[in-house]
């Protein structure tokens, strides 16, 4: 039931892109395969999940569950500047910002109080218990039949 959102994911083995590709040539467009890496692990009571979001901290990682998908999103900024006291002209100055997020289908059925998460050493662990879809309940009403 727990699956991995294959959108912004590449689904095929990048064997062959090193021969495709010209060397010394950085492509900064091209998503980082290793962006939250995750382990996923079934269990009797639900599923277990180990996202690897080194260098983030705790405030920086949003988990947000919506018509039966849980998605998790981490932010990271960062700026380094380094003045010349003397002149005030600035000698360096560098700037990052990046964003990476997973969703995964948990089932509608799954509430907030079902997922458990806990941030420790760049390592999201979230448990998620197993619900089973309950049967629609048909509701049948006597109609009065006169006569």
């Known amino acids: 039931m727990l699956m991995p959102s294959?959108?912004?994911?590449?689904?095929?083995?990048?064997l062959f892109d090193d021969f495709a590709r010209p060397m010394n040539v950085?492509?900064?467009?091209t998503p980082t395969p290793s962006a939250m890496k995750t382990d996923v692990k079934e269990t009797?009571?639900?599923?277990?999940?180990?996202?690897?979001l080194?260098?983030?901290?705790?405030?920086?990682?949003k988990a947000e569950l919506k018509d039966g998908y849980?998605?998790?999103?981490?932010?990271k900024k960062s700026e380094n500047d380094e003045k010349d006291d003397k002149s005030g002209k600035y000698l360096r100055r560098e700037r990052y910002y990046g964003s990476c997020s997973r969703s995964f289908y948990v089932?509608?059925?799954?509430t907030e109080e079902d997922i458990?998460?806990?941030?420790?050493?760049?390592i999201l662990k979230?448990?998620?218990?197993?619900?089973?879809?309950?049967?629609a309940v048909e509701q049948t009403k006597t109609i009065a039949i006169e006569g």
């Open 6 to 14: 294959i959108f912004g994911e590449n689904l095929f083995d990048d």
């Open 26 to 29: 950085v492509h900064y467009a």
């Open 44 to 52: 009797d009571a639900g599923y277990e999940l180990d996202i690897d």
């Open 54 to 61: 080194p260098g983030y901290k705790k405030e920086d990682v």
């Open 70 to 75: 849980m998605t998790i999103s981490a932010e």
């Open 107 to 110: 089932g509608e059925e799954v």
């Open 116 to 122: 458990k998460a806990k941030f420790e050493d760049g």
């Open 126 to 135: 979230i448990s998620v218990q197993k619900k089973e879809p309950q049967p």
